[in-house]
């Protein structure tokens, strides 16, 4: 006869309950955002860039006008976005069927699968798209041909692709550059900068990215701040980063940062990717003397429910929970769960008062477990875990 062991508690809300997820997309932001609520994820909203429509819908409408002028040879995509907002565009100009015409005479290439299913829909076949889905290895397929005296109309993806274009030029084609919209500063640049500040108190657990420009302008505004290399250093430790495919994660990957993306470049994806890494970093389990717990983030679930803790006292108890039953002395405790303001700037010294506050905050806002925290008299405090 087997006796079966208890499953240890999970979070009753969600995988992701108790952990921090940073937004810092704009387009598809709420349907991102809704994908993590929906596992109980907290979100910290801070678009780092927006994507701005042209003001003068003439650039866009000459630059269709030169594509109709006289034949095409090739066409570049470069994003589902951008591919729509130009047929789109066009169609309200009554030439969209000859704008379709067009590109169905010259040879389309696609930069990846969201590119790709905009083709599609508007009735078009790509014939070559980069499985790297690399803006590069599309220029090395395109100056594999013969491009003198060749016509090729390319569809900007929010900012101009000047060595791309170039080296087409110097091989002889007519480039055709089609700005369909471009992307500005963020809307709410004080919000990027609470992420940024966030992130580096390790209030942060995940900071998912959805193109490569929101990484470098979440970058810069962590250089504005004196905080980027603070911000790379929790990158690459504490804060998970998670892109939407390779090409987004360029800018982390030459940072040394270590980033995960999903296999396909799709937001639900890239939701389930975080789904499956984060509570393998930030689920701790605990044995006590009143049950089974489970610590992730800033939640405790147990016999008693689930309990969800402010940055403060989650960092207190994220503290203890890495060496639990171990006596961490005030020094110690302070050292982990308060970061340096700057860093260059040593931890502050022992204050008793404000560890012996926070600790009793953290035993208040524990309820039912607050008896988990231990007092050890002229020594610390420890974590009580049942040493069975």
Known sequence: MTTATPATPVPPEGSLTGLTVGVTADRRRDELETLLRRRGAKILSAPALRIVPLDDDALVRDATDACLARPLDYV????????????????GWGTGARLVEACRAATVISRGPKATGAIRASGLRESYAPASEAVDEMLVWLLERDLAGRRVAVQEHGAPLPEFTAALRERGAEVVEVPVYRWGPAADPDAVRRLVEATVRGEVHALPFTSAPAIEAFLAAADGTGRREQVLDALRTNVLAACIGPVCARPLLAADVPCVWPERGRLGALVRTLDQELPARHRRHLATAGGDLT??????TGPAGTVHLTPLPAAVLRALAERPGTVLSRAELLRRAW?????????????AHVVEAAVGRLRSALGPYGSLVRTVTKRGYRLAVDPG
């Open 76 to 91: 570049v995509a470069t994003t589902g976005v951008g591919w729509r907002g130009w047929i789109s565009a066009a169609e």
């Open 295 to 300: 610590l992730q983030g800033a939640a405790v």
């Open 339 to 351: 970061p340096a303001a700057d860093a260059s700037e040593a931890p502050r010294p022992p204050d």
